[in-house]
Antibody, heavy 119, light 107 residues
Framework: EVHLVESGGGLVQPGGSLRLSCAASGFIVSSNYINWVRQAPGKGLEWVSVIWPGGSIHYADSVKGRFTISRDNSKNTLYLQMNRLRAEDTAVYYC?????????????WGQGTLVTVSS | DIQMTQSPSTVSASVGDRVTFTCRASQSISNWLAWYQQKPDKAPKLLIYKASTLETGVPARFSGSGSGTEFTLSVSSLQPDDFATYFCQQYSAYPLTFGGGTKVEIK
């Protein structure tokens, strides 16, 4: 069974950094398309980043140059390194996996982890 | 970037009602469209992909249609479990983009 568990959220000051983790079970992270999607409090969904099985990476313009997606195959875990955080990055961050065919349908989701950027 | 616009933003309906809401893309996305249901403090749940293909396990009262730039999600007979917010998402191109959501409220 596919299972995704995010962790690493918390309160951070503007300009600070945080690293989110997404621990996967039931499948191999390095063989799948896995995304980060966020949702600001009371708002809609915003796609953040994706890493492909071959290592290709895409980012939303709003985080490009500040966020880095990566994976640790030995731990079967996905990461999102977030630097130079801003108040507008405050959101619940979800990792979400696409089906094996690569179409960017977000079939499997974690429970999310809350990031609050505030002084 | 492809902009996704959903309407209405809120629908008030009763159990047993048929409801339909719309998602429009700023350019043609063929049928590369998914619909998600989200309940408060929960992760979204995939309902429909490729505009009209029902995800495994999703009740048949949900249906999707459309192609190009206009899409609809319908619920044939609202059940208590269906009161939630629904989002559309295009996957024709990166960045993936979502509509702003339609909240289905109890009338």
């Amino acid at each position: 069974e596919v299972h995704l568990v995010e962790s690493g959220g918390g309160l951070v000051q503007p300009g600070g950094s945080l690293r989110l983790s997404c621990a996967a079970s039931g499948f191999i992270v390095s063989s799948n398309y896995i995304n980060w999607v966020r949702q600001a409090p009371g708002k809609g969904l915003e796609w953040v980043s994706v890493i492909w099985p071959g290592g290709s990476i895409h980012y939303a313009d709003s985080v490009k140059g500040r966020f880095t997606i990566s994976r640790d195959n030995s731990k079967n875990t996905l990461y999102l390194q977030m630097n130079r955080l801003r108040a507008e990055d405050t959101a619940v961050y979800y990792c979400a996996r696409a089906p094996e065919d690569g179409y960017a349908i977000l079939r499997y989701w974690g429970q999310g982890t809350l990031v609050t950027v505030s002084s | 970037d492809i902009q996704m616009t959903q309407s209405p933003s809120t629908v008030s309906a009763s159990v047993g009602d048929r409801v339909t809401f719309t998602c429009r893309a700023s350019q043609s996305i063929s049928n590369w469209l998914a619909w998600y249901q989200q309940k408060p403090d929960k992760a979204p749940k995939l309902l429909i992909y490729k505009a009209s293909t029902l995800e495994t396990g999703v009740p048949a009262r949900f249906s999707g249609s459309g192609s190009g730039t206009e899409f609809t999600l319908s619920v044939s007979s609202l059940q208590p479990d269906d009161f939630a917010t629904y989002f559309c998402q295009q996957y024709s191109a990166y960045p993936l983009t979502f509509g702003g959501g339609t909240k289905v409220e109890i009338k």
